[in-house]
C-alpha cells in the first residue's frame, strides 16, 4: 500500500472510530453533549488549572474572541470558574469546576468502557496487532504535535 493510500486509509479509519465512540458515549451520558470546541477547552483546562484565555487560544489554534465566548458558554453552564489574577486585572485565570472534572472523569470512564469492550471482542492477533501500532501511532501524533501551525 502507497503512502497515500494508507495515510488517506488511516485518516478515515480514525475519523470513523472517534465519531462512533463519541456517539456511543453521548447515548450513555444523562447530561446534553458539549460542542468540540467545548469539549477541548473543558479538557485543556483541566490539564492546565489556571490557564489564561489568550494561551489556551494558542494551544487550540483559535481566535481569543473565539476562547472568551467558549469561556463565556461553560461559565455560564457551571463547569469553568473564571479567576481574576492578582498580578494583572485584565487577565483571568481559567479553572474546571467539580462538576467539569466529574462529568470529564464520567466521560473518559464511560470512553474507556466502550473501546474496552470491543477490544476484548478482537482475536488475539488483531490485539497484538493494536499493541504493536502504538509507538507507531504516537511517533505519527508527535509529528503532528510539532508540525501544528503557529
Known amino acids: 500500500?502507497?503512502?497515500?493510500?494508507?495515510?488517506?486509509?488511516f485518516a478515515g479509519v480514525i475519523a470513523g472510530l472517534n465519531r462512533l465512540i463519541r456517539r456511543r458515549v453521548r447515548r450513555q451520558m444523562a447530561v446534553p453533549p458539549l460542542r468540540?470546541?467545548?469539549?477541548?477547552?473543558?479538557?485543556?483546562v483541566e490539564a492546565n488549572p489556571g490557564i489564561?484565555?489568550?494561551?489556551?487560544?494558542?494551544?487550540?489554534?483559535l481566535a481569543g474572541n473565539s476562547v472568551s465566548t467558549l469561556v463565556n458558554q461553560l461559565t455560564a453552564a457551571g463547569l469553568l470558574h473564571r479567576e481574576t489574577r492578582s498580578d494583572d486585572r485584565r487577565a483571568a485565570r481559567l479553572l474546571p469546576t467539580p462538576q467539569a472534572?466529574?462529568?470529564l472523569r464520567a466521560w473518559q470512564e464511560r470512553r474507556a468502557a466502550i473501546v474496552r469492550e470491543h477490544v476484548e471482542?478482537?482475536?488475539?492477533?488483531?490485539?497484538?496487532?493494536?499493541?504493536?501500532a502504538l509507538p507507531a501511532l504516537r511517533r505519527l501524533?508527535?509529528?503532528?504535535?510539532?508540525?501544528?501551525?503557529e
Do not use: I, N, W
Request: aromatic fraction near 2%; charged fraction near 35%; charge should be negative.
Open 36 to 44: 468540540g470546541a467545548q469539549a477541548e477547552l473543558l479538557r485543556l
Open 141 to 149: 501524533a508527535d509529528s503532528l504535535r510539532e508540525e501544528a501551525p
Open 52 to 61: 489564561s484565555v489568550s494561551a489556551a487560544a494558542k494551544e487550540l489554534y
Open 121 to 132: 471482542l478482537l482475536g488475539e492477533d488483531d490485539r497484538a496487532a493494536l499493541a504493536a
Open 101 to 103: 472534572e466529574a462529568r
Open 1 to 9: 500500500m502507497s503512502a497515500e493510500d494508507l495515510s488517506d486509509a
